[in-house]
């Protein structure tokens, strides 16, 4: 089986969670099978080999589970994308629009060096909206979106067009 069709078989579809009309991807069972983490970090190492990446950005919170274990697997440093007030030490903040509302995240200001280039990692693409914000705080501290990698991406929602003005590197496992 592919890891595509493997993520399939345990990827649990919630229906009108966390609001009425959204079907939430539960990524939770792949969690508890530790042979399908290591798949999952494997076939990332695999899709990204040779590519020229300094840093792994997690986007909190679930952008933190295979963004901690990927970082490890390429021995590159991983740095928290976290929601405001989350973070200790100074940062600097990108606020974007939810469907209702809006939502800030933030970065530490001595994340990465100028001129890093930056892999910005999530759970999930949905309409892009957090990994275009993401984007913004990696370039305002002067570094470079090296590309993105999710374990799913919801291509009926078309956002990946929204992502390719910083990078056109999009490498996601599970396509819907
Ligand atoms: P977006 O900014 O619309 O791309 O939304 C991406 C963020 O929201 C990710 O951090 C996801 O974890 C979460 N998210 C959005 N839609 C879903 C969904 N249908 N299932 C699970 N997580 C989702």
Redesign the pocket.
């Given at each position: 089986m592919t890891i595509e069709e493997q993520l399939k078989e345990v990827i649990r579809d919630i229906v009108d969670f966390p609001q009425p009309g959204?079907?939430?991807?539960?990524i939770t069972p792949i969690l508890k099978d530790p042979e399908l983490c290591t798949a999952v970090v494997e076939a990332f190492a695999e899709r990204l080999q040779g590519q020229d990446i300094d840093v792994i950005a997690g986007?909190e919170s679930?952008?933190f589970l295979f963004g901690l274990m990927l970082a490890n697997r390429l021995s590159l440093p991983f740095v928290p994308i976290r929601k405001q007030g989350k973070l200790p030490f100074k940062t600097i903040a990108e606020s974007?629009k939810l469907e209702y509302g809006q939502a800030t995240i933030e970065v530490h200001e001595d994340a990465f060096a100028p001129g890093a280039r930056v892999l910005l990692h999530?759970?999930?693409?949905?309409?892009?909206?957090?990994?275009v914000a993401a984007s913004k705080l990696v370039e305002k501290l002067g570094g470079i979106v090296a590309g993105y990698s999710f374990v799913?991406s919801?291509d009926f929602l078309n956002?990946r067009g929204r992502l390719t003005r910083f990078s056109e590197n999009i490498v996601s496992l599970v396509g819907y």
């Open positions: 959204i079907v939430f991807k539960d986007i679930r952008g974007y999530d759970d999930l693409l949905a309409t892009g909206g957090t990994v799913i919801l956002s």
